[in-house]
């Protein structure tokens, strides 16, 4: 038995040498700059590296779904429809295309931007499933493969014979996804877009201004359902190769985005349950908490700029001044004391008609100022004040360009991109997220998986080229 | 979504595709009774017009018209005179007007214009590579310029 007084120095935790020792005195700012160290991602190793996972996928939803696993060093396979490729290559925006070309076959065909993030390190193949040939091809990559994602209608995989129910015969730890609208039930063939997510699911009724307002039920501009349930389904594929690790079977998901948008109404549903109460919208305002919304201020940050975004849209400030002695500074800053007598407890505070009072007061202080000079006022008074930014002044954001969050690369097919979907979600020390590349041209790595990964002779792809089967 | 031009002199309802439209100030002539309206759009929005322009030329036809108060009788896209053909192009090709972005907007070289050089793969295959210098010469060449002129920035 060994014993307990002996230890060697290599096992116990903290500084083995001077360096080791140095190194742990360094302000923790130096420690996450060093450990993080944006721009060096690709000298570290990739967690997900020996997976590959196909990709059956159209649009944001599922094809972001996949490209999570991408961006972590999964091997992914996408495969698109011969000529054509699939619709978001041609969806956004104003259906212009941006980076060309798309294929050999239309010159003149590029891919516009929309398809960006949901794509990234993902290798395109063409394949026409309802061609015979096609089965065995697909087969074989199943065989080989780890996973695969599709978005077609319920049932449609399975009439082609390429289920779960099927590919698991082939290949039992197979992990399938299927990602669509509205899932097996009484609505088994609605389809669905983000907008009908937001609206099936409620959350587009408790988003946007209240009616006595002006505010109708509003849609996020961005499709955030689209991203939000895509990377929920990347959560349910990494438990599921977690649960594969163990028992070494492979698992069907079966992901609805209309009930994945539920998740996201937080304590609404709950709410009506036990109270019958249907919760209201309440705009840029917040029900929990006052002050804690977006005024409007009176002058733009750029007067002088021609784009109505800039000239007219830069004028909105987020405040957040909800806790006692907060209200009271603000009302004291905005030189309305009274406020402050009126409404000394948050509950009070927090009343509609007491709402409506107080923006009213804020707007109205900052009816004569621009929104920098509103910033800078309530930050000096200690007070959590932010603009609403645009997309060009995040792109001039210090924060987000030091942390790497947004960057410049140079994508090997395009050119100079500017990326920032991998690095926005979130920083990991061992095995960061990377792009290695924005997206692929259509079939761009039809010899590269036909011919050298599967070993099928050129001869044959030409023949299926001319078949259009790829 | 679609923007109209309503003409209250026939009643007829002018269509123009949103996306030629997005960014946009010119003359469009209604199909019915060819009166000439002035518009003109800043992000889909109307900021100025329709205003009538008598006597003008119009820079360009509705796409689609019909007179929903007349039983929705309608001007298909492209009825010669009346209104222009759908070829479903981008607004620049259209307009006659390529602009094809070469450079990003701190000056380094993107492809992204049309048509394109074929590529050298089989099948449609892309190697990882792009190289400018080989394949794009001109545009090289006015990044080396431009280079010189100190218009690459890092951000």
Known sequence: MKDLRECCLEELPGPKSQADLEDAKIPYEEYCRRLFAPGREFEKPESLKGIRWLSCTMYIFTPHSVANLAELGAEVIKIEVPRMGEPMRHTSPFNEVYLYPMHDSRPMTGTGFGYMNANTNKYNITLDYHRPEAQEILYRLVKMSDGLTECYRPGTFDRWRQSYRYLQEINPRFIYVWGGGFGYGPKVFGASYDILGQAHAGLASITGFHEDFGGHPTKHTNWVIDWYSGTLITVAILAALNWRRKYGLGTMIEFSQVQACTRAMGYTVPLYHRFGVVRQRWGNWDTQLCVHGIILCGKSDYPDEVNPQLKYDARYVMVSAFNDPDFQELCAVIGRKDLWEKYKSHKQRLAPEAQIEIYRALEQWAADKSRSEVVKILTDAGILAMPVRNDKEVYECEHFRQRGTIRWMEDPTFGDVLVQGAYSAGLMSETPRRVKWVWRTLGADNLKIYHELLGYPLSKLKEWSEKGII | ?155
């Open chain 2, 1 to 155: 979504m679609c923007d109209i031009i309503w003409c209250k002199k026939c009643n007829t309802v002018n269509y123009l595709d949103p996306y030629y439209f997005w960014n946009w100030e010119g003359k469009v002539q209604c199909a019915e009774c060819r009166t000439v309206y002035y518009i003109h759009m800043i992000q889909g929005f109307m900021y100025a017009g329709p205003e009538e322009k008598p006597g003008e030329a119009p820079d360009i036809l509705p796409l689609y018209a019909d007179k929903p108060l007349d039983g929705y009788t309608n001007y298909l896209p492209g009825t010669e005179g009346r209104t222009r053909p759908f070829q479903c192009q981008p607004r620049e090709i259209y307009l006659g007007k390529p602009d094809m972005v070469k450079f990003s907007i701190r000056g380094r070289p993107v492809r992204g214009w049309a048509p394109q050089p074929p590529s050298t793969g089989f099948l449609g295959s892309f190697g990882f590579a792009w190289d400018v210098e080989k394949l794009s010469p001109e545009v090289w060449q006015e990044y080396q310029e431009k280079k010189k002129r100190g218009e690459v920035k890092d951000w």
